[in-house]
């Protein structure tokens, strides 16, 4: 059974930091491309970060050069690492994997589009005051 864990949130002052971490069991972490969403509220989900079975990477404007998405070297640990936190990045957020037979080669488009993502945590807040 897959299983999506979200961990790490909490409430900073803007400008701080914060790494969130979704462990993942119940599949092939190598055959799946994972993402970080969040969920302001009041607003629709929105998608922050990708990273496909080759590793690459891509980001939401919003968040380019100040969110960086990792995994462990076994792929079991989904990381987002948050810098330079901003008001509006205060949300609920969400790892979400997308498992595929022989790997998962999506590119930034596909990454992009909820339907893709197959399996989802339950979200952990991550709150900024100014």
């Known amino acids: 059974q897959v299983q999506l864990v979200e961990s790490g949130g909490g409430s900073v002052q803007s400008g701080g930091s914060l790494r969130l971490s979704c462990a993942a069991s119940g599949y092939r972490p190598s055959d799946s491309c994972m993402g970080w969403f969040r969920q302001a509220a009041g607003q629709e989900r929105e998608g922050v970060a990708y990273i496909n079975s080759a590793t690459t990477t891509s980001y939401a404007d919003s968040v380019k050069g100040r969110f960086t998405i990792s995994q462990d070297n076994a792929g079991n640990t989904l990381y987002l690492q948050m810098n330079s936190l901003r008001p509006e990045d205060t949300a609920m957020y969400y790892c979400?994997?997308?498992?595929?037979?022989?790997?998962?080669?999506?590119?930034?488009?596909?990454?992009?589009?909820?339907?893709?993502?197959?399996?989802w945590g339950q979200g952990t807040q991550v709150t900024v005051s100014s």
């Open positions: 979400a994997a997308a498992p595929r037979s022989g790997g998962c080669w999506y590119g930034p488009s596909m990454l992009r589009q909820e339907s893709n993502y197959d399996y």
